[in-house]
């Protein structure tokens, strides 16, 4: 349909959008690299976890070889990514991991796929909103406002900072997917272009012998795990690296707003992984190099380092001259911008993941409202904003040391609905994956790997997290919950917590867990046409191939004293009654 106002605007093109009434078209390929790459926040990513990749509890883990388990984990994340990749051709679906699961599994799997997805998002939210926060007054007291920098180790005040920082991004969600994204190509390229800095500084100097007494060559060696004992170190590692990259599926998650939904959100989302290994195994083998992995001074062995590698090296790294002073600034620029960036991109997947259950009758009706003007999901996106706030301040108020259990909780709950993908990818295209080379390797082979191999990463991970032990607070005393250790609580909780919302869901609303075809048959090829007029100045993509307005099929969107028009017949359509 296509839109007519008082002024006799006339329509300018009749992209597709999908039916669920996000914009279609918003999103090109270049734009959903961008929006995949920064809701992995590699700068914060880095400074909050590779440390626990190299040590944990004052006792090396990785070590050197932390590279290689960056490289490790980027081979289950590049094979998922092909699954969604594969699964997004024929349903390119807002609710991604909900969807594919229960098309290929049943309602109550694709329900709990999609509450992993929701779950690691408000979790990791809590850690974000702590280095947004914290990093706030950093940043300040790098640009000379001394009293500033104090509020970064307080609690109270970084708590504050976080919760406006949380209610900033989900107001810039709340606005568009455009302004969402025009928002990540200036906070993306200030991450990458000092993360780059960051890393030749480091390792120029290690070769021009100013590096740290402890600093160390790169080797080759170091991208090899050999001498890793796979149960103790290695998994729970692995589970920390894929934190590291996660985050890519919100390429997918927006692939309703893509220009060609079936198709640019998976050539992002695998763009996107390739692009963060090159990244990610240039900073970590600069870190390692420069800083060592000694448990004293700013080695990355050192626990008081693990929350924050960054701000263990940056000092040591830049120096107290000028451009060291200018150094700084930009790395808790970066860390700050990536933090923020990522706290709006996490808000993103979260909101479509719940306006897709809300449209298959999986969650409250009011989880599918979009708003007439930003075709944005209006509930969904402020109901993520406030739990999230919430939990935040709850896990803050109960242990502030809890924030750094959530990278590892988060990374069971990632392993949990990533590879819960990959096995609906295999088994979605059971009938036809062998009919071809392409198809078995694409639909069977790499996907099956992935699920795989994060399977067997959760259940030893998870038997590691569990031990007292592993993590402690600034005192050295284990945080544990109900005697076990915090970590795997909180993931296991999560997901217990998902079984019993979804059984009260189930008691409240049972349509959407009678045995049959929980979900109606849809491809990418029954997207709905909408007609779009000039009325309404917008932000713009450089790559978006979206003219100013979508009008949905129920014309919930139709701006006041405008007509929609029948973009075939021609003839005025009106609006449906109740």
């Avoid at 993103?348 to 306006?355: C, N, V, Y």
Wanted: overall charge negative.
């Amino acid at each position: 349909m296509s839109i007519q106002s008082d002024s006799s605007t006339a329509p300018i093109g009749y992209p597709e959008t999908a039916d669920k009434g996000l914009k279609g078209g918003a999103l090109g390929l270049v734009s959903s690299v961008v929006v995949g790459m920064a809701s992995t926040a590699p700068a914060y990513s880095l400074a909050a976890s590779l440390g626990f990749v190299v040590a944990s509890g004052g006792a090396v883990l990785a070590g050197v070889k932390a590279p290689a388990i960056i490289l490790i984990a980027f081979i289950p994340m590049y094979f998922i990514a092909v699954a969604y990749a594969e699964l997004n051709k024929s349903e390119p679906d807002c609710g991604t991991t909900f969807t594919w699961a229960a098309r290929a599994f049943g309602p109550w799997v694709g329900w709990m796929g999609g509450w992993g997805i929701i779950a690691a998002d408000i979790i990791v939210m809590a850690n974000l909103a702590q280095i947004a926060g914290s990093y706030s007054f950093t940043f300040l007291g790098d640009l000379g406002w001394t009293s500033a920098a104090a509020l970064a180790s307080s609690t109270l005040w970084s708590t504050v900072a976080g919760v406006v920082w949380i209610a900033v991004m989900t107001y810039i969600c709340y606005r568009g997917i455009e302004v969402s994204a025009k928002l990540q190509y200036g906070l993306l390229g200030v991450e990458v272009l000092v993360l780059v800095i960051f890393a030749v500084t480091a390792l120029v100097k290690v070769y021009t012998g100013h590096g740290e007494p402890y600093s160390l060559h790169p080797s080759l060696s170091w991208f090899w795990p050999g001498g890793l004992d796979f149960g103790t170190v290695m998994a729970p590692a692995l589970l920390t690296a894929v934190f590291i990259y996660w985050g890519w599926d919100t390429a997918v998650s927006t692939n309703e707003e893509a220009d060609d939904p079936a198709t640019t959100p998976g050539k992002a989302a695998v763009l996107s992984t390739v692009l963060l290994l090159v990244t990610y195994a240039l900073v970590t083998v600069a870190a390692v190099s420069f800083a060592g992995v000694g448990t004293e001074g700013i080695g990355l062995g050192n626990a008081e380092n693990s929350t924050d590698v960054f701000s263990a090296i940056g000092p040591a790294l830049f120096g107290d001259s000028l451009l060291g002073k200018l150094g700084l600034l930009l790395l808790s620029a970066s860390i700050l911008t990536s933090a923020s960036a990522s706290t709006q991109t996490t808000i993103l997947p979260t909101a479509r993941t719940a306006l897709s259950m809300g449209a298959y009758k999986a969650l409250p009706a009011s989880f599918t409202k979009i708003h007439p003007k930003f075709l944005t999901p209006t509930v969904a996106t402020v109901a993520m904003g406030v739990v999230s706030a919430v939990f935040y301040v709850l896990f803050t108020l109960v242990n502030v040391r809890l924030l750094s259990a959530l990278i590892g909780s988060v990374g069971l709950m990632i392993a949990f609905y990533y590879g819960l993908s990959g096995f609906a990818c295999v088994w979605f295209y059971r009938k036809t994956f062998t009919s071809n080379l392409r198809d078995f390797v694409m639909r069977g082979v790499l996907p099956g790997l992935g699920g795989v191999m994060l399977l067997v990463g959760f259940v030893f991970a998870l038997k590691s997290y569990a031990a007292v032990d592993w993590l402690t607070d600034d005192a050295g005393n284990n945080v544990t919950i109900l005697g076990f250790g915090a970590v795997a609580v909180v993931g296991i909780a999560a997901i217990l917590l998902g079984l019993v919302l979804m059984l009260v869901w189930r008691l409240r609303a049972p349509a959407f867990f009678r045995p049959g075809e929980p979900l109606g048959r849809r491809g990418h090829h029954d997207l709905i046409l909408a007609g779009i007029p000039a009325v309404d100045e917008t932000v713009r993509l450089p790559d978006s191939r979206l003219p100013d307005l979508v009008i949905a099929p129920d014309l919930s969107n139709l701006p006041e004293g405008a007509t929609a028009i029948d973009a075939e017949t021609g003839e005025p359509v009106e609006r449906p009654r109740d």
